[in-house]
């Protein structure tokens, strides 16, 4: 990755990436530029849609998807599964039983984002596989512009050039492992230089040990993989989460969430350098974590289940930091969505749709329990051009007012069931319903 831009927010270092400084059409990886659910360069956003006002393209998808596009100048990116599931339905009385199968195939597609043509597509796994909610393509493709990688729920990783030609492939579930998920992996991995880290935090379905892995972005080959041994029990093992990088004293470290523990790792080395716990205080055994970590600068946030409790601490100790690095705890983080940031407010959505707005470096609440739109939120707010998109699993998408007053702006209604969360580069918006793609824009 060229040279990091450093921009003080609460008190901490912000991490900017290239992405930001060359171009404000660029939305290269799950949460954005700055990894934070923020287009800090979107501008002239829309606040009203519908199926046909202010639709700059639809493309129908094969199938439904919990992966969020990625845009690299003209192009869009989006892997998808075949046809098969298009509103997927579960039975709570039938967890234990083996994962249903689905059409076969998945799929990276490349679209103009001019237009919504398909320029090409690549055929990255078979076997696709429904586990409630999600299916085989879960993870969100990543792309620096000259390649685009991408991570399967079968843990098989790849690596494409902007043409389609695949340039490597490899399978982490051969390598090291059968993975055993309650919900079937989901994590996409972290782009950061010229490596990419994925992590495997998981044990409800199987004995295997959790681990994190670098691997270069070039070849596909390892350079490091470390065991990660974690407290946490039963389903307490798993997070469907992103790992992130935290920067302390211009240094970084790499934070990983899961097994009722967050850990800092040296990413040269894997090394372990620190670790908290405190996320599962009654020791529930079916305690998963499905929202990713929020790190700004030497600041992390992330919750327990359901976001209780919700911890803000400090990167950059060394050993077992419990009690230690926090700043501040409460109850008021996510479930399932990830929260937008802009480095000093944090907007926290859970997936009943009420919001909680906080300071990053305090914790203190400017508001909390503001009712959006009804229904469940599997996907994560965007924080663009003043304002807060969030759309829930009907399709329907609530703007909220950016900043310390709540106001709700618009609520908008899309065709289709939605777990994609939506994304903003320059003066569009892509969000992804069951159903299609749009390109969202004001005409």
Not at 65 to 86: H, K, N, Q
Request: charged residues 20%; glycine residues 12%; contains cysteine.
């Amino acid at each position: 990755m060229p040279a990091l831009l450093f921009a003080a927010a609460a008190g901490a270092v912000f991490v900017m990436t290239a992405a930001d400084s060359v171009e404000t059409g660029y939305w290269p990886q799950w949460r954005g530029p700055n990894f934070a659910g923020h287009a800090p360069k979107a501008s002239n956003l829309p606040v009203k849609w519908s199926e046909t006002e202010n639709i700059v393209w639809k493309v129908k998808m094969p199938s439904w998807s919990a992966s969020t596009p990625v845009i690299w100048g003209d192009t869009v990116y989006a892997l998808t599964a075949e046809a098969g599931f298009v509103n997927p339905t579960y039975d709570t009385k039938k967890l234990s039983r083996a994962p249903e199968k689905a059409a076969d195939k998945i799929f990276l597609l490349a679209l103009d984002r001019k237009t919504g043509a398909e320029r090409w597509r690549a055929a990255v796994d078979t076997g696709n596989e429904l586990h409630r909610k999600q299916n085989s393509s879960s993870p969100s493709p990543i792309t620096d512009g000259k390649h685009i990688w991408v991570m399967t729920g079968h843990l098989r990783f790849s690596c494409y050039d902007a043409k389609g030609k695949q340039v490597w492939k490899r399978d982490l579930v051969e390598d090291y492992g059968e993975v055993g998920m309650n919900h079937g992996y989901a994590s996409t991995p972290l782009l950061d230089g010229g490596r990419l880290y994925v992590q495997v935090v998981h044990g409800y379905r199987s004995d295997n040990p959790s681990y994190t892995v670098a691997i270069d972005k070039a070849t596909g080959k390892t350079i490091w993989k470390k065991l990660r041994p974690a407290p946490g029990e039963l389903e307490s093992k798993d997070n469907y989460g992103t790992p992130q990088m935290a920067v302390v004293s211009g240094k970084k470290e790499l934070v990983v969430f899961g097994g009722d523990i967050a850990t800092g790792q040296d990413p040269d080395t894997g090394e372990e350098l620190w670790r908290l716990g405190g996320f599962n205080p009654p020791a529930f055994k079916m305690n998963r974590t499905i929202s990713s970590l929020v790190v700004v600068g030497d600041i992390i946030v992330v919750g327990g289940n359901r976001g209780r409790p919700y911890i803000g601490f400090k990167a950059g100790g060394r050993g077992d930091v419990t009690g230690k690095a926090e700043l501040w705890n409460n109850n008021l983080g996510p479930d399932v969505p990830t929260p937008a940031t802009d480095g000093k407010l944090l907007y926290v959505l859970n997936d009943k749709g009420y919001y909680n707005l906080l300071e990053v470096a305090t914790g203190k609440a400017i508001y909390e329990g503001q009712r959006i739109e009804l229904g469940s939120y599997s996907s994560s707010p965007l924080l663009a051009d003043g304002k807060v998109y969030a759309i829930n699993e009907e399709g329907t998408t609530t703007v909220i007012k950016a900043g310390t007053v709540f106001e709700v702006l618009g609520v908008n209604k899309l065709d289709g069931y939605t777990l994609a969360s939506p994304v903003a580069a320059g003066n569009q918006l892509f969000i992804r319903t069951g159903e299609a793609l749009y390109c969202i824009g004001k005409k």
